[in-house]
């Protein structure tokens, strides 16, 4: 059987905040997830989802959303999990470490275990060199513009749909190459600058201190020390290096 599924997790600590998930038949299912730490349910987090610490809090826990996700699912075969991106299964664990009910356990254990990233099928399938935003293959699918709201079973849903709308095709050229982000000019001194992206979103700093910056005002609200700023750049830097996530985004280094 297979499943398409997104979650959306809390700032920094990467909780499950929501989950969203359409088996190949079309049934779905959705819930809000009540994190261990719902502080981390930030103005950030919830301007891009629309989840309110106010609902985080007032949600089921994970133990008793995932032992009904348990319930849901068909047990008469083997599973598929397919997500879009390289975070999903990261939330999982970070989730399950929580959870004590031997449904939830086993529920995110086999999302865990058996969780596949599309985008990159979908980006060999495009020819292309890096993904594109889930609500742009969407939209052309669809020849409409598709706006993506962060809600964890519509991602799930536009999932389903492209995965199946770009298995029935043959691509020639990719049609997205001049739709592809492109990096924001900036003036920098160093012969890289940074870029940190997350779904659609996209923003480009001079260099990983201006990056560590960003992160102290936007997400910390609060003025780094020095030392704090060269941590936060190091593992920026560490995090474009290495190919990993770090502070809920994805970091690649644009030669200039």
């Known amino acids: 059987m297979e499943y398409f599924i997104d979650f959306e997790a809390s700032q920094f600590a990467e909780e499950i905040i929501s989950v969203g998930c359409v088996d190949e038949n079309g049934r779905s299912f959705y819930s809000l997830v009540r ?26 826990t994970a133990d008793e959303v995932f032992a009904g996700f348990f319930e849901w699912l068909d047990k ?13 299964r990261r939330f999982a664990l970070n989730t399950i470490c929580s959870v004590v009910d031997f449904r939830a356990q086993t529920a995110l254990s086999l999302i865990i275990a ?24 969407v939209s052309y ?29 043959v691509i020639e ?15 920098h001194t160093g ?14 700093f001079a260099s990983c201190g201006k990056a560590a910056d960003w992160l102290a005002q936007t997400h910390l609200k609060k003025k ?11 593992k920026i830097s560490l995090a474009v290096e290495r190919d990993k996530p770090y502070s809920g985004y994805t970091w690649r280094r644009n030669a200039v």
């Open 141 to 169: 699918y669809r020849r409409e513009v598709v706006v993506q709201q962060h809600n964890s079973l519509d991602d799930a849903v536009f999932l389903r749909e492209v995965f199946y709308r770009s298995r029935s095709e």
């Open 114 to 137: 058996n969780i596949i990233d599309f985008s990159v099928e979908l980006r060999r399938h495009f020819k292309m060199k890096r993904s594109v935003g889930l609500a742009k293959v």
């Open 76 to 88: 008469s075969e083997s599973v598929r999990f397919y997500c879009y991106g390289d975070c999903d």
């Open 191 to 204: 012969k890289h600058s940074v870029i940190a992206l997350r779904g659609d979103f996209e923003i480009t």
């Open 173 to 187: 050229s990719c049609p997205f190459e001049e739709e592809m982000p492109h990096p924001v000019s900036v003036r």
């Open 224 to 234: 780094l020390t020095v030392k704090e700023k060269q941590n936060i750049s190091n």
């Open 35 to 60: 994190p261990q730490k719902p502080k981390k349910v930030t103005e950030f987090i919830t301007k891009l989802t629309g989840i309110t610490r106010a609902e985080a809090v007032a949600a089921p």
